[in-house]
């Protein structure tokens, strides 16, 4: 009876996100995703550029001489992306600041996609325990939002290179920020994500040596399955799937699915904590 509640409750909420998604067109975008690379002009072109930047230990690396520029005021942290898009507001990263007054611990949190609000509670909670807890805006979200959008369209989308910039933006902000939290004495560093965020605090604590603890609510192995089959992006597999098969999409989001820096993730030196819901429909337990 309650998970018949539950079900019925989940599926309204998912009909009311849908108001504002429509389906968009299929883009390779091959040199957005890709530093350096030139126009693909195939599936199959895009696909051998993703296996390579997948071999590129560095692709998820800061940009270089980027840790400078951050300004904090009143509880809040300001600093420039490291990679620039053509949405201005984007370019600048924000990030709600709750002191646990040591410098003992601190925690980034990473939000879902569409979050509304930064999650306040969680934040009081563990600042209570002695935890710094550190909300960052993840990319085209709260003060980056795209002006006129209505929801994250550019952070996940059937634009398979603008995909990979965002989710690849939002590690290299994480990794900035976490180097910027280091320089001001936190002695041990966490990360949290939730859903989409999973995946970017996912990838984050698989290149970062500084990360110590990861936790992953609601995730997956593969970012592409996640998307051909949650509830929450079905107009983005209505605009993939007449363009590509599922095969093909994860190999070229290759680079963004975590079950390929398992190794990574599985180091001696990282707590990792994994939580699955069984009747999540946005992120199905079984990926």
């Not at 909420?13 to 030139?38: C, I, N, Q």
């Not at 949190?109 to 563990?126: D, E, G, K, P, Y």
């Amino acid at each position: 009876m309650l998970h018949s509640w539950l079900d019925h409750w989940d599926e309204q909420r998912a009909r009311r996100g849908e108001e504002g998604k429509k389906a968009t067109d299929f883009v390779l975008d091959a040199e957005r995703a890709f530093p350096g690379a030139k126009k693909a002009a195939s599936i199959e072109e895009f696909c051998v550029l993703a296996d390579s930047v997948l071999a590129d230990p560095a692709f998820f690396d800061e940009p270089s001489g980027s840790g400078q520029g951050f300004e904090r005021e009143e509880g809040w942290l300001r600093f420039p992306s490291g990679i620039s898009t053509d949405i201005e507001a984007n370019n600048v990263v924000w990030a709600k600041i709750t002191e646990s007054g040591s410098l003992d611990r601190a925690m980034v949190v990473f939000h879902h996609w569409n979050a509304s609000a930064r999650n306040r509670q969680i934040a009081n909670f563990l600042s209570l325990l002695g935890v710094t807890v550190v909300e960052i805006a993840m990319p085209y979200h709260f003060e980056r939002s795209r002006p006129g959008s209505a929801h994250a369209d550019y952070m996940l989308s059937p634009n398979l290179g603008r995909t990979i910039q965002s989710v690849r933006q939002g590690v290299c902000d994480g990794r900035k920020l976490i180097a910027w939290l280091k320089s001001q004495g936190y002695r041990e560093i966490s990360v949290l994500g939730m859903s989409l965020g999973s995946w970017v605090a996912g990838l984050v604590a698989a290149h970062d040596p500084a990360v110590t603890k990861a936790s992953l609510f609601l995730t997956g192995g593969s970012l592409a399955d996640m998307v051909w089959t949650g509830r929450a992006t079905r107009s983005i597999r209505d605009s993939l799937e007449p363009e590509i098969e599922l095969t093909d999409l994860r190999r070229a989001w290759g680079p963004l699915n975590l079950e390929n820096y398992a190794h990574s993730l599985a180091r001696s030196d990282l707590d990792l904590h994994v939580v699955l819901a069984k009747r999540d429909k946005v992120v199905l337990p079984e990926l």
